[in-house]
T-cell receptor
Framework: KQEVTQIPAALSVPEGENLVLNCSFT??????LQWFRQDPGKGLTSLLL?????REQTSGRLNASLDKSSGRSTLYIAASQPGDSATYLC??????????FGEGTQLTVNP | NAGVTQTPKFRVLKTGQSMTLLCAQD?????MYWYRQDPGMGLRLIHY???????AKGEVPDGYNVSRLKKQNFLLGLESAAPSQTSVYFC?????????????FGSGTQLSVL
């Protein structure tokens, strides 16, 4: 059974800092990996989607990498801003139409 | 842009009552999903649909039923609510499943079963 772990569970940083969020998964037989953002009381917004054949994806200040063989992905956020404060979840796509989610990292960026 | 709309946003039920959660998407997506989110458990797939008239079980389907009579709508039913079904429910949709496409989520329904 696929298991997805995100460490740390919570992170607090000062504004302007570059930071890395980590995601690990137990089964490397994945189709893709997605990073989502969830604001309090809201739904999830997909940030980046990395196919299993890709190594990384970039969108603005966000860069996500994927190392399928080691079962790891990182989300790099450059020059963090208070508006980046949210919970970030990773999810791996496996057989069928299933996504297996991690529990998320709650990020707080302090002004 | 409406995207994925869920109704209601909040609901309180008594044990044994029934209710239906409605999900509507205006992006002409084929695939639709129902997830529940619980502290310490993450998001778990309840049921999903790969097109109008189809449904399939996910990871935690017991106690729930679904219907996809129209392409744009995906209904989640609780026939006899139990306290264990207290959760936040999210609907999502995508054009070609989770293999290639991003998922688009609704804003969620907070359900409490007393």
């Amino acid at each position: 059974k696929q298991e997805v772990t995100q460490i740390p569970a919570a992170l607090s940083v000062p504004e302007g800092e570059n930071l890395v969020l980590n995601c690990s998964f137990t089964d490397s037989a994945i189709y893709n990996l997605q990073w989502f953002r969830q604001d309090p009381g809201k739904g999830l917004t997909s940030l980046l989607l990395i196919q299993s054949s890709q190594r990384e994806q970039t969108s603005g200040r966000l860069n996500a990498s994927l190392d399928k063989s080691s079962g790891r992905s990182t989300l790099y956020i450059a020059a963090s801003q208070p508006g980046d404060s949210a919970t970030y979840l990773c999810a791996v796509g496996t057989s069928g139409s299933r996504l297996t989610f991690g529990e998320g990292t709650q990020l707080t960026v302090n002004p | 842009n409406a995207g994925v709309t869920q109704t209601p946003k909040f609901r309180v039920l008594k044990t044994g009552q029934s209710m239906t959660l409605l999900c509507a998407q205006d992006m002409n997506h084929e695939y639709m999903y129902w997830y529940r989110q619980d502290p310490g458990m993450g998001l778990r797939l309840i049921h999903y649909s790969v097109g109008e008239g189809t449904t399939a079980k996910g990871e935690v389907p017991d106690g729930y039923n679904v219907s996809r009579l129209k392409k744009q709508n995906f209904l989640l039913g609780l026939e006899s609510a139990a306290p264990s079904q207290t959760s936040v429910y999210f609907c999502a949709s995508s054009n070609s499943g989770t293999k290639k496409e991003k998922l688009f989520f609704g804003s969620g329904t907070q359900l409490s079963v007393l």
